[in-house]
């Protein structure tokens, strides 16, 4: 499954990002765009390895907050999932 994710990543564009924040009618800024672009590139395996010890809250201020409400609730639903 990893390798699947890792694939993805790997061709992952930050229109990428744009669709899915455009398909949730999420309203984002190209700071945000850009934050979420690099992390999921750099931090992908980590993340992967270890979802219990990813804290979004650290990355808060990265977000307007109904932004980072939504992904909160997103990764607390996909942790939930694993």
């Known amino acids: 499954m990893n390798n699947l994710i890792t694939s993805y990543i790997d061709k992952m564009q930050k229109e990428d990002i744009v669709k899915f924040a455009k398909k949730n009618n ?25 979802p219990e010890s990813f804290d979004i809250a650290t990355y808060k201020n990265e977000f307007s907050n109904e932004n980072y409400q939504f992904i909160k609730n997103l990764i607390d639903k996909y942790k939930r999932m694993i």
Do not use: P
Not at 35 to 43: A, E
């Open 26 to 50: 999420l309203v984002v800024s190209d700071k945000e765009i850009n934050f979420v672009y690099s992390f999921i590139k750099s931090h992908h395996q980590e993340v992967l390895k270890n």
